[in-house]
């Protein structure tokens, strides 16, 4: 298709109808990005292009970046920044000492990179512990949002697109609101209390339940689990998770705060509580998340939201394999758990020559990642 492609292993078998991921090297540096391959007979082009428009317009240190774009006849071809490190918060869990100060370090790190995109009119509408990857497998590795499929780059300041994940969705969303970038801080505030306790401020197995606490901002901070956190930590806390958006903290109000910026969050290692409750309640919310990420459209649907709006998809689960001619001990893919942009992978499972990976898209398949080379311009 007009560009030079070594296939250093078997070409790519199976994937969803959508768009299938591979991990590159480019030849001139020997660098590894993270390819996405956009079929474009399947495609709806105005998603991608707003994705494509989001993505050009960013550079940040804390944020997955597009390195480079190409189109031919069939696909549009997606170079990614390679982010290696992991989930938030399997990293956490795989820590010896954990405390409300690496706490603050992460959300200020998050908070820099949203007040980035919103001082540039964008707005991320997806933020979720899923979405914050460590850029390597380092220590002191920083954290990088990714995943922009449902950014939206809100020239005028207000949509009222209905999308998000079930938890982390602001009350006005759900109540069939404009809303602005305020959403991005209320997710923030969410990630924030898991963040401090290892369980979300709004949980229910029934979903009517879920959304009518979230759209009272009802949430406590029980004991004991919240009694050594520090009271600046709730303080900021409680003024992320603020219902009203226009009270809300703004980033900047944010990043100004004594428990981002000060000496008040708290260095005892909580570790055995935080990590007690994220193994309870992440384990079983890892086999749920399918299911869940439909909770949100269903319950738009009830509330019979105008002809005008539209649904991004929610996401689905699918399964990859790292070919058995791929070595797994090549510095490149050990502890490899991302390919950004709508894609996140983390490995849980190796037998004899296959990885099992989970990968979040727009559809159920079975695919093989490949190694591929491109030749850079």
């Not at 002191?140 to 994940?165: E, R």
């Not at 923030?188 to 209390?193: H, N």
């Not at 806390?237 to 990043?255: C, S, V």
């Not at 439909?294 to 929610?314: A, D, K, N, Y």
Request: overall charge neutral.
């Amino acid at each position: 298709d007009g560009y030079s492609w070594d296939r250093w292993t078997q070409d790519r078998q199976g994937g969803g109808s959508f768009s299938e991921v591979y991990l590159v090297r480019e030849r001139k540096t020997g660098n590894f990005y993270a390819l996405k391959c956009v079929k474009k007979k399947q495609l709806h082009h105005s998603n991608l292009e707003n994705e494509i428009r989001v993505l050009k317009s960013i550079k940040h240190d804390n944020v997955v970046g597009l390195e480079d774009f190409y189109e031919t006849r069939t696909h549009y071809y997606l170079v990614m920044e390679l982010v290696s490190g992991g989930e938030l918060f399997d990293r956490i869990l795989d820590r010896g000492v954990y405390t409300e100060k690496d706490a603050s370090c992460v959300i200020k790190q998050v908070l820099e990179a949203v007040s980035y995109l919103h001082q540039n009119s964008i707005v991320h509408r997806d933020l979720k512990p899923e979405n914050l990857l460590y850029y390597s497998p380092d220590e002191n590795a920083k954290i990088m949002i990714s995943d922009f499929g449902l950014s939206k780059m809100a020239d005028h300041g207000v949509m009222s697109t209905a999308c998000g994940t079930p938890g982390y969705v602001a009350p006005e969303v759900l109540a069939q609101k404009p809303y602005s970038k305020a959403v991005d801080c209320w997710s923030i505030g969410v990630i924030t209390y898991i963040l401090l306790s290892g369980y979300p401020p709004f949980y229910e197995e029934n979903e009517t339940r879920l959304f009518s606490k979230i759209m009272k901002a009802e949430y406590a901070f029980h004991s004991p689990y919240w009694d050594d956190i520090s009271e600046s930590a709730k303080d900021f806390i409680r003024h992320m998770l603020e219902k009203n958006p226009n009270k809300r903290f703004t980033t900047e109000q944010a990043l100004s705060h004594a428990w981002i910026i000060g000496d008040t969050a708290h260095n005892d290692n909580i570790i055995q509580s935080v990590g007690e409750q994220m193994q309870k309640t992440f384990a079983k919310s890892k086999w749920k998340r399918v299911i869940n990420a439909t909770v949100v459209v269903s319950h738009m649907r009830r509330l019979q939201l105008g002809s005008g709006c539209h649904f991004e998809r929610p996401m689905a689960v699918k399964v990859c394999d790292i070919p058995s001619s791929v070595s797994l001990s090549d510095p490149a893919l050990v502890g490899w758990s991302s390919v950004c942009f709508g894609i996140f992978a983390r490995q849980i499972h190796t037998s004899a020559n296959r990885t099992h990976v989970c990968v979040s898209d727009l559809h159920l398949s079975l695919a093989k990642v490949s190694l591929l080379s491109f030749q850079a311009d």
